[in-house]
């Protein structure tokens, strides 16, 4: 990915030189050289090979607690956006395609559910989960729906007609700043933050922090994600969010889709104070 982006840059340009050959084609001399060539760029990486394989490393034994067969983790160095690991699970053996792929061994590839060929750091989608909880608190901090020390109460669940949204214990915690919402990562807590923001407010914040939109990396196939809206869902289903929806995006589940690197790139950027940079390799 890193050759095909800065393809340009690395093959510098061909010259052409006039040569004498005898009979057989066989170069005796060059004559003269028209056009001299110039040499590509050198590249250098962010990747950090101590960090790439610790990174590999820490994949593989979550994979494997979990027992899952794919995943993905992106390491970033928040001041500057340097990618220093990115593991994508499972990948394919690069020589493969050095020769030329034969087609069975192209047709297993492309059958493998799991999916080595696409970089399931920067260009498969999955919901967000509780990371975006990062999204949820950080709006009603700036919308001033909450302050650093004010309290909501969580319940074992929020109420929406007849429709019951538990916390994750079934119990609640009590009163809880957003440190504690944080700290014990509470969806009551967040389902009431999301309610008081409203989809529209709560996507403008994703947005902020960089969801929805592809980072600019310098790798290709990068997925852009999806943040849902009042008009996106009017437009692609021809009705409105839902409240109930808007309580699920509070917490990264429904509509909402996201990649590993834009997930690390919003926590990089709260963690730097807020920069969100375009990471590069």
Do not use: C
Not at 235 to 249: K, R, W
Not at 269 to 279: E, H, V, W
């Amino acid at each position: 990915g890193v050759e095909l982006t800065y393809e340009d840059a690395l093959r510098g340009v061909y010259g052409t030189q006039r040569v004498e050959k005898d009979a057989t084609g066989r170069t005796i001399r060059v004559v003269g050289v028209d056009t001299p060539p110039v040499a590509g760029s050198s590249l250098v990486l962010t990747i950090d090979t101590k960090e790439q394989k610790l990174a590999e490393k820490a994949l593989m034994w979550g994979l494997k607690k979990a027992g899952l067969k794919r995943g993905a983790m992106v390491v970033l160095n928040p001041q500057t956006g340097e990618v220093l690991a990115m593991v994508s699970y499972p990948s394919y053996d690069a020589n493969l395609f050095s020769q030329g792929i034969s087609d069975a061994d192209f047709q297993k590839l492309l059958k493998n559910p799991h999916k080595p060929l696409i970089n399931h750091a920067i260009g498969d989608l999955q919901p967000p989960g509780s990371t975006y909880k990062l999204v949820t608190g950080t709006g009603g901090l700036a919308d001033k729906i909450i302050s650093p020390t004010s309290t909501l109460m969580s319940k074992p669940y929020v109420q929406l007609g007849t429709t019951k949204f538990w916390e994750w214990n079934r119990r609640g915690w009590g009163p809880l700043d957003i440190n504690g919402g944080f700290g014990h990562s509470s969806d009551t807590y967040f389902y009431q933050l999301s309610g008081s923001l409203g989809i529209d407010r709560l996507a403008h914040w994703a947005k902020q922090l960089g969801f929805g939109a592809r980072t600019g990396i310098d790798l290709p196939n990068e997925a852009a994600g999806l943040v849902p809206t009042n008009q996106w869902k009017m437009e692609t289903f021809g009705q409105e969010i839902y409240p109930g929806e808007v309580l699920q995006a509070g917490i990264g589940q429904g509509y909402d889709l996201a990649t590993v690197l834009q997930v690390a790139n919003a926590y990089a950027a709260i963690a730097n104070g807020g920069k969100l940079y375009q990471p590069q390799v």
